[in-house]
């Protein structure tokens, strides 16, 4: 993935600056919008580069109301389309592996050795993500892909700010979940 840049340009840096403690300005300006509970507002901006081609989305959707969203964001997909983009990641071994794979390649055995899986299971889950484009063999060895680096962290992101272990009830979203706590 390399190191970020050291600077950032003006956007950047305006969405991401925090004061003191407390979330960045942006966040804040947001927040301060919204006013009863299911009121959202959601941004999502990406750019990502596979060898010579650039790809890059933005997608806003905003909801002060109680109404649902006049214009929601894309539900039309073929749920066939999500279901191929997030199966891949529905299995904690999978995710482990990815995991393990984030700070460079590993041989098959260094991986049963990082994730615990070992022999059918690890070259199942490894063939799985390798169907995805998620995880890439060279050479005897396995590597994450560019694209299988951002759904990573893209979905480590989310769960680490969203979902809460409730141990025999599941994963939750908290109740008394708010914006930046």
């Known amino acids: 993935m390399g190191t970020p840049p050291e600077e950032v340009g003006p956007l950047t840096a305006a969405i991401s600056a925090s004061t003191g403690d407390g979330p960045p300005a942006l966040e804040r300006e947001w927040y301060g919008r919204l006013e009863h509970p299911g009121q959202f507002v959601f941004l999502c901006s990406a750019a990502l ?8 989305w933005r997608i806003m959707q905003i909801h ?13 997909v073929a749920a066939s389309r999500v279901e191929r983009l997030l199966s891949p990641l529905a299995h904690e071994g999978r995710v482990s ?9 590993l041989t098959a055995s260094e991986l049963a050795e990082a994730t615990g899986y070992r022999g059918g299971a690890l070259y199942h889950h490894l063939r799985e993500l390798d169907h995805a484009a998620y995880v890439a063999s060279e050479g005897g060895s396995y590597r994450l892909t560019d694209w299988g680096r951002q759904l990573l ?17 599941g994963l939750t979203i908290p109740g008394d979940w708010s914006p930046g706590g």
């Open 49 to 56: 580069k596979l060898k010579d081609c650039y790809k890059g």
């Open 64 to 76: 002060y109301g109680d109404e649902q969203p006049k214009d929601p964001i894309p539900l039309s």
């Open 97 to 105: 592996i990815m995991q393990a794979l984030w700070r460079g390649s």
């Open 153 to 169: 962290l893209t979905a480590a992101c989310l769960a680490e700010q969203l979902v809460v272990d409730d141990g025999e009830r």
